[in-house]
């Protein structure tokens, strides 16, 4: 029900307000009548102002008495009777005010006979004055007079202000709270990405991104929801609740131009924040490439995820498509991409990134180089390194031309690497030499050698990788460019020491200690294991170090490396899959440490288990299997029946073809591939012998061998002249009796092989 106030002078309008409250009631509304209100002991001005506030309209009666005026310290102004007052007040409070006034010839009687108590005079026609420039209805002495008048102008209320008075102050209290809804969501949508960044430590959210997040959907619906409030209470409604915020009064004048000027302060801050607001997270991550830090491969910082929707995307783009997945995927090459002296200009720079930064275009050119190379392109690649990154070398400083020659001698290097263990081109490269690779690699470090001061990281990178490049061709050789191997890799670890850089010092250690170990130099690869585990708890090295302590017995007894702190950092490990093989590793050596002989080859075994096979030569030394020419050897039936051997040494051969369709595991336990029901061919041995079994196809093949007492199988075994074969086979020692070959392969696909078996007497 609608409230409306009734203001009326009680002396002399006592019975006329009678009237009018019965009328008001009779046309349903709620009356306001302050000879109803108990007394409560507040002050009566500002109860009068809070019944006003509280009703939807305003009938006036005003007479031929001005009424009381109340003093300042009631809460007056002491010119205002206070029926003038509650006139202002609902006029400032956007209130419908409906003026009924004694008509003119009521009145002149009325103040030509009246006392001075009866009639202000200049007050009182102050009053009226003020009545009378909107429209009004008038009554006379009869009280009923007054009752067509209030029905009238109640029916013609329809919730809106029907004061045009102060027009342009209304505008503004019409359209300021939509500005200031607007500015507060301008700055939200501004600001609020990268006040959001440095609170959660986060990249900051682009636009786009920004417009998806969930606190921005309940921002733009809660200011859709009051903008749609405030259009409803200006058409229809209690528009009193705007005039409320803002009166219409000097006082609201200045509230609301305070709001206005903070509104608009919001929203230039929001302006000067993302444009001056510097990018934590992207600096870190633009730091650690620029100066040459190690970033760790696991670190969130090279999650593609995290910077899917970083701020300013068509800047970042070049980050985020080619840096990150550049890191993510280079695994022949170092895992970063570090441009060296650009400290200074890193301070310099803002986000969006200056793209025209010269250091910035050959960062992108390098990574997109990169990512041509990874798609296993090579001739784009080669392309548009000779024509998008060579042109402008000579234009750049030494250290910057070492870093485009590097990420080009790196990717010369696996292509040679990849065309040397690989039966087919699969890179489309050319056929680099040994020769050509340790070239590439010079003329990185004929640019930088020559300069003083710290070593640059692309300086301390080519002595790492070109170490590891010549060690993979330099297996079994020790003249020409092979002596040069472990002074090189010593050279890196003094470089990355000199750069007080610890983590990017382990890779070249790491891999002098398996030169170490190729060479059987086994205590000082396992006193570089065990101390690099000690120290960085790395779980490769620890289970390296067992291994080593079981091929050679370095470790003095009491003092072998405990197996529960590797297990104990195993747990540590975030990836499902290397963990279980981790775990797997981890199983076999405590099995072969309790003294159970794991398939009959426990060092092959070992090495294959712990990835000693990163390293080529400990690869051929560990689990390679001679290639022994076969002279008069024996031709074995394609058949599973067994054939006696009367003599040792012998040599056997078969060739046969197999059609699997069991998996290998359900015959030798922790075997892969897939074999046949029945075995390829079984041999007696009439004593114990050393056995050499290699596998040749054009598949890749599997060799399982079940004997007496010791089961065994093997996969892709290295050979001389070979150091990666995806054909299978065998060394070991066996004992007399009978022993059962299954030839298999992997995906139950058929193949084709011929098997050469050489027995030969145990080393005593």
Request: proline letters at 6%.
């Amino acid at each position: 029900m609608p409230r409306v106030f009734l203001s009326y002078t009680a002396r002399d309008l006592a019975a006329h307000a009678s009237v009018a409250k019965q009328a008001a009631v009779e046309a349903g509304w709620e009356v306001v009548d302050h000879r109803d209100w108990a007394p409560n002991g507040r002050p009566s001005v500002s109860e009068c102002m809070k019944h006003v506030d509280a009703c939807d309209a305003l009938i006036v009666l005003s007479g031929a008495h001005y009424g009381w005026v109340p003093a300042r310290e009631e809460g007056g102004e002491e010119t205002r009777s206070i029926t003038w007052l509650e006139v202002l007040r609902a006029r400032s409070r956007g209130i419908a005010v409906i003026p009924l006034l004694l008509n003119d010839a009521e009145f002149q009687t009325v103040a030509e006979g009246g006392s001075p108590e009866q009639v202000t005079g200049e007050k009182l026609a102050a009053f009226r004055a003020e009545l009378r420039q909107s429209l009004v209805r008038f009554f006379g002495a009869d009280p009923n007079s007054a009752a067509a008048s209030v029905r009238q102008g109640l029916e013609a209320w329809d919730g809106r202000a029907n004061d045009e008075r102060m027009p342009w102050r209304r505008r503004l209290r019409q359209a300021a709270p939509l500005l200031l809804v607007l500015c507060l969501v301008a700055a939200w949508m501004l600001a609020g990405p990268a006040i959001h960044g440095r609170l959660l430590s986060t990249p900051q959210l682009s636009l786009a991104a920004w417009l998806r997040f969930w606190g921005t959907v309940v921002v733009w619906t809660g200011a859709a929801v009051v903008i749609g409030l405030w259009v409803f209470w200006a058409g229809r409604g209690r528009p009193q609740t705007r005039y409320r915020l803002f009166p219409l009064s000097r006082r609201g004048d200045v509230v609301l131009t305070l709001m206005v000027a903070v509104a608009f302060a919001v929203a230039g801050s929001g302006v000067v924040v993302r444009t001056l607001q510097r990018d934590s997270e992207l600096e870190a991550l633009l730091a650690s490439y620029l100066d040459g830090a190690r970033v760790s491969r696991t670190s969130p910082l090279l999650s593609p995820e995290r910077w899917a929707n970083a701020r300013h995307e068509g800047d970042v783009r070049a980050l985020r498509d080619f840096v990150i997945p550049v890191e993510e995927a280079r695994r022949n090459l170092s895992r970063r991409l570090a441009l060296s002296e650009v400290r200074e200009s890193l301070r310099k720079l803002t986000v969006p990134m200056d793209m025209t930064d010269p250091h910035v275009i050959l960062l992108v050119a390098i990574a997109r180089f990169h990512t041509i190379a990874i798609s296993q392109d090579a001739k784009r690649a080669i392309s548009y390194y000779q024509t998008d990154i060579q042109p402008t070398l000579p234009s750049r400083s030494p250290v910057w031309r070492a870093e485009a020659l590097y990420a080009f001698a790196g990717w010369t290097d696996f292509w040679a690497f990849t065309n040397l263990i690989e039966t087919l081109d699969r890179t489309g490269a050319p056929k680099y030499t040994e020769a050509q690779v340790a070239e590439a690699f010079d003329k990185v470090l004929a640019e930088v050698e020559p300069l003083t001061g710290r070593p640059s990281w692309v300086a301390c990178a080519a002595k790492t990788t070109a170490s590891m490049s010549r060690s993979r061709t330099c297996v079994n050789k020790a003249d020409g460019l092979c002596a040069t191997v472990d002074p090189m890799m010593r050279a890196a670890i003094a470089c990355h020491e000199s750069r007080e850089d610890a983590a990017s010092a382990r890779e070249p250690k790491r891999n002098l200690a398996l030169r170490h170990l190729a060479a059987e130099k086994y205590h000082e690869a396992y006193d570089y294991l065990r101390n690099s585990f000690d120290e960085t708890g790395s779980v490769q090295d620890g289970l390296h170090a067992i291994g080593i302590e079981l091929l050679s017995r370095v470790a003095p007894a009491g003092q072998m490396l405990n197996s529960e702190l590797i297990a104990k950092e195993i747990g540590k490990e975030a990836d499902r899959r290397q963990q279980n093989e981790q775990r797997a590793c981890l199983d076999i050596l405590e099995r072969t440490r309790a003294g159970v002989d794991v398939q009959g080859a426990p060092t092959c075994r070992i090495a294959f288990a712990c990835f000693l096979t990163d390293n080529p030569a400990a690869n051929l030394k560990f689990c390679g299997v001679p290639d022994i020419p076969l002279a008069g050897a024996a031709t074995l039936l394609g058949d599973s029946k067994p054939v006696a051997v009367e003599k040792i040494p012998a040599q056997l051969m078969m060739r046969g073809a197999v059609k699997p369709s069991i998996p290998a595991k359900d015959v030798v336990a922790e075997c892969d591939g897939d074999v046949e029901m029945k075995p390829s061919f079984v041999v007696d041995l009439p004593k114990p012998a050393r056995l050499i079994l290699r596998v040749y196809s054009q598949g890749d093949s599997v060799v399982l061998m079940r004997g007496p007492k010791v089961s065994a199988c093997g996969d892709d075994s290295p050979m001389p002249g070979q150091l990666r074969s995806r054909d299978a086979g065998l060394l070991l020692d066996a004992e007399a009796g009978r022993h059962e070959f299954y030839v298999g392969t992997f995906g139950h696909e058929s193949l084709s092989y011929e098997a050469r078996l050489t027995l030969r007497p145990q080393r005593p």
